[in-house]
């Protein structure tokens, strides 16, 4: 088999693996959900999870999530709730007590892996929870939006629930879209351009230029800050990212001069990130 005709293979092989595990990742996580029935707090985050996963697979935003990470004590909650119910050198306490033990740390990184999950299923990079597309409308108060790098258009699908008569372009390069089957379900009708193709065609008839989780591994962001700079001053661009962390190029970072003015933070208080990553919302000049 010649070079090409491998990589070919390897790609339809990623693909079906990719279709195999997604549904397989919900049902370990509801299977985790009865086991851990009894301990509320475990019951109380692997149910968000898959409502949220409910929510997107209708076609609606989902709701903030809570940090999705095991409550710091949650080995001793399991050895107080055995010991209540077996005596002590019980078989069965001892057999439940190895179950327990042996599914903590699969379920701790099943939580820790959901936004992986949401990239490979929905094409959502940065979690668009309801009420933030609410906040985010408001903000825009009907003020014409350019959204660039919208990926599956979360983003302006939420703006558009909240303010179906707001001006709002929603453009993606649609590159990712060769190698991600998700790039090929859109949540909103998106235009191919990409982010500095779109500025130019759109930069004159705009008020905010949206940016979302731009990739960490290019500097398009930065080429999109210097363009605004030059011959868009007036537009006001909104990041969505972390900073110096998972999003954007480091370049970007260094240059950006970044704000949150007290309307913003409103707007930031509803991003309500549920893992490690401190996304947030940003003016960029």
């Known amino acids: 088999m010649n070079p090409k005709q491998l990589k070919k293979l390897k790609k339809r092989v990623k693909k079906a693996q990719k279709t195999l595990q997604q549904p397989k990742y919900i049902e370990e996580l509801t299977q ?3 086991l851990f029935d009894p301990f509320p707090e475990v019951k109380f985050l692997i149910n968000n999870a898959l409502e949220s996963d409910r929510l997107l697979k209708k076609g609606l935003l989902p709701q903030p999530l809570p940090h999705l990470l095991l409550p710091d004590d949650i080995q001793d909650q399991v050895f107080t709730y055995v010991n209540q119910h077996y005596p002590k050198g019980d078989p069965q306490g001892d057999a439940l007590w190895d179950k327990y033990s042996a599914a903590l740390p699969k379920l701790d990184k099943a939580l820790r892996n959901f936004r992986d999950y949401l990239e490979d299923t929905y094409g959502m990079w940065s ?13 825009l108060n009907g003020d014409p939006v350019l959204e660039i790098m919208a990926g599956n258009g979360y983003i302006s699908k939420g703006i558009r629930n909240n303010n179906p008569t707001e001006k709002l372009f929603t453009t993606d390069s649609q590159a990712w879209t060769k190698e991600n089957e998700t790039g090929k379900h859109p949540v909103t009708q998106i235009e191919k351009l990409d982010a500095i193709e779109a500025i130019k065609k759109y930069g004159n008839q705009v008020k905010f230029v949206i940016m ?3 990739p960490d591994k290019q500097e398009t962001d930065w080429e999109v800050l210097q363009l605004l700079r030059k011959d868009y ?3 006001n661009l909104l990041v969505i990212g972390e900073k110096n962390g998972a999003t954007n190029s480091k370049t970007f970072w260094h240059n950006a001069q970044l704000s949150q003015d007290e309307a913003l933070q409103k707007v930031n208080r509803q991003l309500h990130s549920f893992d490690l990553i401190d996304e947030q919302i940003y003016i960029a000049r």
């Open 212 to 214: 979302s989780w731009a």
């Open 32 to 34: 985790y959900r009865d």
């Open 233 to 235: 001053p007036e537009i």
């Open 127 to 139: 979690y668009v929870n309801a009420p933030f597309a609410k906040a985010l409308a408001e903000y």
